[in-house]
């Protein structure tokens, strides 16, 4: 644990974390150009589990709106905890059709050393 995750949440999802996270899930799935009901539920489940009270069509819509230079700054301020979260579900999302093909592997690669996540 880093020093600086003393100050931060292990387990409560901001809803900028939330619609950060919701937008590199999308991208993320569409990776091989279509979006399974597999890969949808999981998305859909993330949003519904992380922040419960929140509508996820709205976080949907806003999370379309965001740049990946956003997005990436507002998860590497999370908790480390949270960092690995986002990158058991962006393999999960890259995996959860059967073939977690080289692009999927490539963008969870870059995540993660964006967040400084050790594989």
Known sequence: MAFLDLFKSDTDWTR????????????????????TDDE????????TGFCPEANVEDIIKDSASLTPEYCIKCLVSM???????????????????????????????????????KF
């Open 79 to 117: 908790h480390t905890t949270k960092r690995k979260i986002v990158i058991a579900i962006l393999m999960a999302i890259g995996m959860v059709d059967g073939d977690f093909d080289d692009d999927e592997q490539l963008m969870t690669y870059a995540v993660g050393k964006a967040l400084n996540v």
């Open 40 to 47: 949808r539920d999981l998305i859909l489940t993330a949003i």
């Open 16 to 35: 900028d974390e939330v619609t950060s996270l919701t937008s590199m899930m999308i991208a993320q799935s569409y990776f091989d150009n279509e979006q």
